[in-house]
């Protein structure tokens, strides 16, 4: 990326994090996921059966899986300027959301949590390549694949 490229979008960057910081921390009732008995919120992540079924295979195909959590993280990079990323984790951290559906559970961090809100984590096999991907709903208007 040009530097002047960055210039010009480090004003709107940094005011988009403030304004993530400030509505995070003002927002502690959205810190922990639902329970069963409540309807899940719109800016929940949701995962589908083939993101939790494969998730499952994971944990059951090696011992050393089976405390392994999914983690969705946001880099800076790639061609719109960020990375979606998805890594096995054992570890949470203070800030993190943790949101599960039949025993799996799906990390993200609170920085990231403002971008991929409302997303759903699914999990596809094709013929070049198998991975987790994330989708937004449509209801927000759009589709983007994280």
Request: proline share 3%; hydrophobic share 35%; glycine share 4%.
């Amino acid at each position: 990326m040009s530097r002047s490229l960055l210039r010009r979008l480090h004003p709107f960057i940094a005011a988009r994090l403030r304004q993530n910081q400030t509505l995070l921390s003002t927002t502690s009732a959205l810190h922990h996921s639902p329970s069963p008995s409540q309807s899940p919120s719109t800016d929940a992540i949701e995962m589908t059966d083939n993101c939790v079924q494969r998730m499952k295979e994971l944990q059951a195909n090696e011992a050393s899986m089976k405390d392994k959590m999914l983690r969705l993280s946001v880099e800076t990079g790639g061609c719109s300027g960020f990375q979606y990323v998805f890594l096995l984790d054992d570890k949470t951290n203070s800030d993190d959301r943790i949101f599960e559906r039949d025993g799996v559970k799906l990390v993200v961090d609170k920085i990231s949590y403002d971008f991929v809100k409302g997303a759903t984590v699914d999990y596809v096999e094709e013929l070049i390549r198998s991975a987790f991907l994330g989708k937004h709903k449509p209801e927000r208007g759009w589709w983007v694949q994280l």
